[in-house]
């Protein structure tokens, strides 16, 4: 399995001079090098990270992981970065955002799970800024969005594709227009007939960092 982390974003809801994914932890740590280290200890060695924004603080911050450049990162949206590192790949796949800071156990449980397509989620009452699903009778993802009826949860940022679902995968991102979430081509992927299913991590910290209150949130829950 090989790791792919989303960075390439400009993060203008943190208001934020730099990555997003570079803010530091009580401890010391930055989410991005946190991140990285958490993928490493859980047997994880081959780590793409996409970068757009100052790129270059990214890549001279954690030199020893490869990188795929997000060059129209301006213009679009996580599908089109997700593309950017998936097209180059033949593996079985775990990505996630760059601004989820998480606990090692969300790790060991995600790689510990069924030999599926997996969402991670959180079972909670969501905001209007979170990406939310819902379940059909299987217990199988149908919707994945923002804009959800009658939501069950959480997307928290952190997914699995397996190889071999990886080519209709990429097809499906390649559908997605510029300012699509990923989301939109995991919707895309249901609705051709590949069954994702949902990974419930919701004994575990986990936040993901849209605003500065999901910043303060993040630092009480991960103290020094």
């Not at 803010?23 to 946190?34: D, F, K, T, W, Y």
């Not at 599908?79 to 796949?93: E, H, N, P, Q, T």
């Amino acid at each position: 399995m090989q790791a792919v982390i989303l960075a390439a974003g400009i993060g203008s809801r943190l208001g934020c001079p730099f990555p997003k994914s570079l803010s530091e932890l009580p401890n010391g740590e930055r989410i991005l090098g946190r991140q990285i280290r958490l993928l490493k200890e859980a047997g994880i060695r081959t780590i793409h990270v996409v970068v757009g924004f100052k790129m270059t603080l990214l890549m001279e911050s954690f030199p020893d992981v490869f990188y795929c450049y997000n060059s129209a990162y301006y213009l679009t949206n996580t599908s089109k970065s997700l593309l950017c590192a998936l097209r180059l790949l033949d593996d079985d796949v775990i990505w996630l955002n760059g601004d989820v800071v998480f606990d090692a156990a969300v790790l060991a449980d995600t790689l510990a799970g069924p030999a599926g397509n997996l969402v991670c989620v959180d079972k909670k009452r969501c905001g209007v800024e979170e990406v939310k699903y819902t379940l059909d009778d299987a217990g199988r993802i149908r919707d994945l969005s923002k804009i959800v009826a009658d939501p069950q949860g959480e997307a928290i940022g952190i997914n699995v594709i397996r190889r071999g679902s990886l080519p209709r995968f990429v097809e499906m991102l390649t559908r997605c227009d510029d300012q699509d979430y990923f989301e939109m081509g995991l919707e895309l992927l249901i609705r051709d007939g590949v069954t994702v299913l949902p990974l419930d991590i919701s004994a575990h910290r986990c936040i993901e960092v849209d605003f500065a209150e999901d910043w303060e949130a993040a630092k009480k829950l991960f103290p020094a």
